[in-house]
């Protein structure tokens, strides 16, 4: 694969179980184990996207003790994983960042649980990673992303879909899925 790929967690706006366009926390797990999984399939940069300053503040925190304070001295492969976080005002800062690194546009690509009816599979994608046009995986908090966010994006990627009518996973667990089927197309 040759195409740089980034991700992006959007926790701002995502929507709540009712439906309604709400912002979410960010934590702890969230950050560590998507920055692995991104380090480990090799992410170009994990975009934390949140306007809020005291969530930003916390993601500075937990990135700062891994990547410059004893977290980091004496847990390497944290260190290089979290170092590849980045944290955004919104998913267009996030995506003007990526834009001004590649020096060219880039494809967003929503992810979503619900079934919709134009979606992309993860062999088409994984293929199409192949060439080197940037994309940026776009994943959801709370109960997934926003209609606006996702109308911003030029695909959606098709669902994970489980052995039953359950279906919802921890977006740290669908972040590692994807990677996988993506990478291993």
Known sequence: MSAPIYLALIHYPV????????GSALTNMDLHDIARAGRTFGVKAYYVVTPYEDQKSLAFQIMDHWTHGHGGRVNPARKSALERVRVADSFEAACN?????QEQ????????????????SCRAL?????ENTPHVLVFGTAWGLAPEVIEQCDHILEPIMGAGSYN?????????????RLINA
Not at 15 to 22: A, D, M, P, Q, R
């Open 105 to 120: 546009k880039i494809v967003k690509v929503a992810t979503s649980a619900n079934s919709r009816c134009a979606t992309r």
């Open 126 to 130: 994984g293929q199409a990673l192949r």
């Open 168 to 180: 919802h996973l921890s977006v740290r667990s669908a972040v590692s899925i994807y990677l996988d």
């Open 15 to 22: 929507v709540n179980k009712n439906g309604l366009i709400t």
């Open 97 to 101: 960042d990526i834009e001004n690194e």
